[in-house]
DNA sequence: AGAAATATGAGACTGGTTTCTCATTTATAA
DNA sequence: TTATAAATGAGAAACCAGTCTCATATTTCT
């Protein structure tokens, strides 16, 4: 069993107050807004267990470092810019992927990352 | 300038000889069959020359650790076996990348990987 | 062959992330 | 409210990929 603690809480409005995935550092920083103080071993040992619950995701994106996010926002895939390094959650997903692979492969899951530059920095904002 | 030596050459040998990526520590074992003794050392010199002249490309692959492949294959993305775990390199490729994000965002690249079940593995020969 | 540039192997080292330890605090159940 | 299980913070420790050092060896140029 699981106790809910003021930082678990404040973990959790953490990732979900946040439209994309974070890291366990982001997510201290969010979360001492709440919970001022709150240790990063508290913070890993929380993902931890709310991973195992299926609560969070563990989200990997190449080139950056491992974040985490809510569990419950859907098959979703993500763009990260090139130029701030942010990563954002995109909607929606393409047809057709199992072509690709040879007739006796089973294609399970599939992860999609875009890259390029975002709207802020496409604007000159600061780029 | 760089050097041809008996350990870069047995490098790209192996990059070469094989269909999928692979870490430095698969590639030191690989080269060992050409070059007894190379060290890993030797492997991420040469590999970090061989990026730089663009003959080697940095795969991240999610939930695996970094590999490297031969800049000339081309454009494709990769499947990972969850039994097995090996990678293996699909050819072709899917249209509307570009739908899924924002129309003031440009896209530049993408990463696709697939998760699933490998031919080998799933005909039961040792799943 | 001789000189200069580059590469090598071994192992120490670095930087960063994640886990562990342990004394204390907090949450839950009876 | 008491007992028990679980969680916490701080820092130490473990872990690991990747880099560096340095004496030596190899390659290339002339």
Redesign the interface.
């Known amino acids: 069993m699981s106790y809910s603690t003021r930082q678990r809480e404040a973990i959790l409005n953490t990732l979900r107050r946040t439209d994309r995935p974070l890291t366990p550092q982001e997510i201290r920083e969010g979360a001492s807004r709440d919970c001022a103080g709150i240790g990063l071993a508290t913070v890993y040992r929380a993902l931890k267990s709310f991973m195992a619950q299926k609560d969070v995701l563990l989200v ?4 950056n470092p491992p974040c985490y996010e809510p569990a419950d926002r859907g098959h979703h ?1 993500h ?1 990260v810019c ?1 130029r701030c390094r942010h990563v ?1 959650d ?8 199992d ?4 007739r ?16 802020a920095c ?2 000159g904002a600061d780029g």
């Not at 995109?90 to 992927?97: A, E």
Request: glycine residues 10%; charged residues 15%.
């Open positions: 990997e994106i190449p080139g895939h763009f090139d954002f995109l909607h929606g997903c393409v047809q057709d992927l072509t690709l692979v040879p006796d492969f089973s294609v399970q899951r599939h992860d999609i990352t875009l890259y390029g530059v975002c709207a496409g604007t």
